[in-house]
């Protein structure tokens, strides 16, 4: 009973007319993207013979590639395929945030 009664007494206190206001700085600490500056070798253009397609039919054609331009093609997929496979393991490396 004696509890009822203490409860009854403060209900009242905890409902004040005047709105508190606290005014103080808090921190939120929020996570912000750092770019990045890739190694200069990454950005060196590629310098790579681009192939000249042919008609299918001509007679020296592969893949409506002659010999010499099919290797041209060749290389140039190897080269990208290094440029990209250097490309993901700087990205993937560790210490990258």
Do not use: H, N, Y
């Not at 990454?42 to 000249?52: G, S, T």
Request: hydrophobic fraction near 55%; glycine fraction near 4%; charged fraction near 20%.
């Amino acid at each position: 009973m004696a509890a009822r009664i203490v409860l009854l007494m403060l209900f009242p206190a905890g409902c004040g007319t005047e709105p508190v206001i606290v005014r103080e700085p808090v921190e939120v600490l929020v996570p912000v993207a750092v770019p990045m500056t890739p190694p200069s070798e990454l950005l060196l253009k590629l310098d790579q013979a681009v192939p000249e397609f042919t008609a299918p039919d001509d007679p020296e054609a592969a893949v409506a590639l002659t010999a010499p331009e099919a290797k041209k093609l060749l290389q140039l997929l190897a080269a990208l395929k290094a440029q990209l496979d250097a490309w993901t393991a700087w990205a993937t490396a560790e210490g990258t945030p």
